[in-house]
């Protein structure tokens, strides 16, 4: 297993290749064809809340939620439960322990079913407010 410091040195390494490659398309195409590249992308790729959740594919649902825990993996890898700068990441590594990506996008799924008046709330914080906050809540009591 590789360690820390060159697992931290591979993902800075993919993350300066991909900025540097979009920086590199975005300067070629000129500014006013950034904004509408950005327009396209946001068009193509809303933010995931509940008035586009539920018109997504289970596989679309499945590689958001997978995006999500590997970034939150990956950090909570490098920099373990205590980190020393404030973070979300260790409570929602212990909240959803043991869960599968098909066990929260169900979540989801039923909060957006149940909450027709919360189509706006973002994916996001519906994973937070009805995964994480109580569990953790419940083990600080």
């Not at 098909?102 to 996001?124: A, G, H, K, W």
């Amino acid at each position: 297993m590789p360690s820390k410091h060159r697992l931290a040195t591979l993902l800075l390494t993919l993350g300066l290749s991909a900025g540097l490659t979009v920086w590199a398309v975005a300067q070629t195409t000129g500014a006013g064809a950034r904004s509408t590249a950005v327009e396209a992308a946001q068009e193509e790729l809303p933010f995931p809340d509940g008035e586009n959740w539920p018109t997504a594919t289970e596989r679309e649902k499945l590689a958001y939620l997978l995006g999500i825990m590997n970034l939150a993996l990956v950090e909570y890898q490098l920099h373990g439960p205590d980190p020393e700068y404030r973070t979300t990441v260790p409570n929602l590594v212990k909240a959803t322990d043991g869960m599968t990506l098909r066990q929260i996008m169900e979540t989801v799924d039923t909060f957006y079913q149940s909450n027709p008046d919360l189509q706006r709330r973002p994916v996001i914080e519906v994973i937070w407010f009805e995964l994480v906050e109580p569990k953790i809540g419940a083990q600080s009591r």
